[in-house]
């Protein structure tokens, strides 16, 4: 199984509404990530969790609020959003985050196909 | 910021041609590279990996060329088919599993 869920496939908010995007791998991966992605460009790194503590984070906006409740799950919770937040959410993740050169092909990510959110 | 760019934003070829697909980066560090496809309406799939200490590695039908000297990227299809209409990103490890993805090339196969 190489597959990364994500739910749901599309979501409509609006700018008061509190929502939640959901993640789920059954790889053992241990390192989890979001990206953000406009139409037409590269997704954006938005966070990495690292066996289930947050590594990384891209100096994003409080609205978004990421959380890791085992290895095999990812939330990003959305409150207060703007219309700019608008995009494609992607969630991916890679079996270690080695860094060492022996270790690199750990770091390829698997994505899942994403949330399509609207902010109304 | 983006350490990653690709020289043609769109590419065109005729179905069983070869394509090439571009990409420059600019940070000197960086060790692994990895180019992904992505889709309509799907998220981004690996296609093949390349370390810095390598010039070239092959995969079914892909090959990436690496030259550091440079710092130039390629992606090389053979025999391009419907299917491999999509956008393609290279993207590179800047540190740890952090990794910035390049412009992106939108590739389409003429039949």
């Known amino acids: 199984d190489t597959e990364v869920t994500q739910t749901p496939k599309h979501l409509v908010m609006g700018m008061t509404n509190k929502k939640s995007l959901k993640c789920e791998q059954h790889m053992g991966h241990r390192a989890m990530y979001w990206y953000k992605q406009k139409a037409k460009k590269p997704p954006e790194l938005m966070f990495v969790?690292?066996?289930?503590?947050?590594?990384i984070n891209e100096s994003v906006p409080s609205r978004f609020s990421p959380e890791c409740p085992n290895s095999s799950l990812l939330n990003l919770h959305l409150h207060a959003l703007q219309p700019e937040d608008s995009a494609l959410y992607l969630c991916?993740?890679?079996?270690?985050?080695?860094?060492?050169?022996?270790?690199?092909?750990?770091?390829?990510?698997?994505f899942g196909a994403g949330t399509r959110l609207s902010v109304l | 910021g983006e350490s990653v760019g690709l020289h043609l934003p769109t590419l065109s070829v005729q179905e069983g041609d070869n394509s090439i697909i571009n990409c420059a980066y600019s940070?000197?560090?960086?060790?692994?590279f990895i180019w992904y496809k992505q889709e309509s309406g799907k998220g981004p799939q690996f296609i093949i990996d390349i370390r810095s200490n390598m010039d070239k590695r092959q995969g079914q039908r892909v090959t990436v060329l690496l030259n550091k000297t440079v710092k130039h990227l390629s992606l090389q299809i053979a025999a391009t088919q419907p299917g491999d209409s999509a956008v393609y990103f290279c993207?590179?490890?800047?540190?740890?599993?952090?990794?910035?993805f390049g412009t992106g090339t939108s590739l389409t196969v003429i039949p």
């Open positions: 969790y690292s066996y289930e503590k947050l590594s």
């Open positions: 991916a993740s890679s079996q270690d985050s080695g860094g060492r050169e022996r270790g690199l092909a750990k770091n390829i990510q698997y």
């Open positions: 940070n000197s560090a960086s060790d692994y």
């Open positions: 993207a590179d490890r800047v540190t740890g599993n952090q990794f910035y």
